[in-house]
């Protein structure tokens, strides 16, 4: 158990519908990640936030969205969703920003999302 | 994902050695990560580099050469249970990690 809570584990929904996924980071970690998998695809990184703050984007397109509250868990928004958007998401947190060599990564157990 | 090769597939047999390579983009780099990842599970940290040489936990090594863009992680001993994606993710200075596709490795006995 890595200390990453991710919630739904499962979900299942329509074409065209919206979900929000959600993560509790690790008790003490500032900094929180969202990846996205798709089946016999690498991690995608989609964005970072530090401390409630937007640190970094990636490959995250512009029907999905996240953000961090006051208390450091984390939701991504996902939109308009789309048959391609079937994935397992990841949400993965860590102390801080600097690359310290302790600034471990830790991932939850990921939602898996099916659009049907 | 920011230039990150690494073999698809590698089958090897148990109690036998096998390294599994990685090579990455130099340029921002900040570190090298080895992670595991059985499927339709969560990647568990396995290893870190950030000099170069040779990091040994028990029967993971992870070796690094920053200059060639170069890595490896060795597993000794190999057990049934290691059957498993092996993933090599490089690092920026923001710590985002940027994942190759992973190397299935397939442990036959």
């Known amino acids: 158990d890595s200390g990453v809570t991710q919630t739904p584990k499962h979900l299942i929904t329509a074409t065209g519908q919206r979900v929000t996924l959600r993560c509790s980071p690790r008790s003490g970690d500032l900094s929180v990640y969202w990846y996205q998998q798709s089946l016999d695809q690498g991690l995608q990184f989609l964005i970072q936030?530090?401390?409630?703050?937007?640190?970094a984007k990636g490959n995250i397109l512009e029907r999905f969205s996240a953000q961090q509250f006051p208390d450091l868990h984390s939701e991504l928004n996902l939109s308009s969703l789309e048959l391609g958007d079937s994935a397992l998401y990841f949400c993965a947190s860590s102390v801080g920003l600097r690359s310290s060599s302790g600034n471990t990564i830790y991932f939850g157990e990921g939602s898996w999302l099916t659009v049907v | 994902g920011q230039n990150i090769d690494q073999p698809t597939e590698m089958t090897a047999t148990e109690g036998a050695i096998v390294q599994i390579n990685c090579t990455y983009q130099?340029?921002?780099?900040?570190?090298l990560f080895w992670y595991q990842q059985h499927a339709g599970e969560a990647p568990t940290f396995l290893s870190y580099?950030?000099?170069?040489g040779l990091e040994e936990k028990g029967r993971f090594s992870s070796f690094l050469s920053r200059s060639k863009g170069y890595s490896y992680l060795l597993l000794k001993e190999l057990q049934m249970k290691d059957s498993a994606s092996y993933l090599c993710?490089?690092?920026?200075?923001?710590?985002?990690?940027?994942f190759g596709t992973g190397t299935r490795l397939t442990v036959i006995p």
């Open positions: 130099t340029s921002g780099f900040n570190g």
């Open positions: 580099n950030v000099l170069d």
């Open positions: 936030y530090y401390n409630g703050e937007e640190r």
């Open positions: 993710a490089r690092r920026t200075g923001a710590n985002n990690l940027f």
